[in-house]
């Protein structure tokens, strides 16, 4: 599946979410996303864009498991990036919304586990939305 197909499915289930707690889950599936989309470019991408693209894969890195028993990383279904700057835009605005999102559930936690659980997905998903933007910048410019 596309990079940018995926990113929508992503943005879709968090406007989906009923609580913190699936927001949480949804900012730990977008660290696998965002470290899917960094291996591939890393892997295959144009050569001066490769260091970017690996240290957007290590951002994503901070996965360990995802919280709620989540079935599936959705991020296995990456196949392929097929407009990286657009995809890489895409991938941004989706990090920069979860983090709206996370800091919204931290401010109106009662439980302090699941503040300090937002805080460190929101660390999580600043630093990849970071490396989303610098990669962005790298990728060689395609004539429109």
């Keep these: ?3 940018v197909r995926l990113i929508g499915i992503s943005r ?3 406007a989906r979410c009923g609580d913190g707690a699936q927001i949480v889950a949804e900012a730990w599936q977008a660290q696998a996303l965002a470290q899917a989309v960094g291996r591939l470019l890393a892997d295959s991408g144009p ?3 490769r260091p970017a693209a690996d240290a957007l894969a290590r951002a994503g890195v901070r996965l360990r498991s995802l919280p709620g028993g989540a079935a599936e990383v959705r991020a296995v ?3 392929g990036v097929r407009e990286p700057h657009h995809a890489l835009e ?3 605005g989706f990090l920069a919304e979860l983090c709206t999102a996370l800091v919204e559930v931290a401010a109106g936690a009662e439980e302090e586990s699941l503040y300090w659980h937002c805080l460190e997905a929101l660390d999580a998903a600043g630093e990849a939305a970071d490396h989303a933007v610098c990669l962005r910048g790298s990728l060689p410019r395609v004539p429109s």
Excluded: F, G, H, I
């Design 77 to 79: 279904r990456l196949t």
């Design 12 to 14: 879709s289930a968090l």
């Design 90 to 92: 895409e991938l941004a």
């Design 47 to 49: 050569p001066q864009a």
């Design 1 to 3: 599946m596309d990079a």
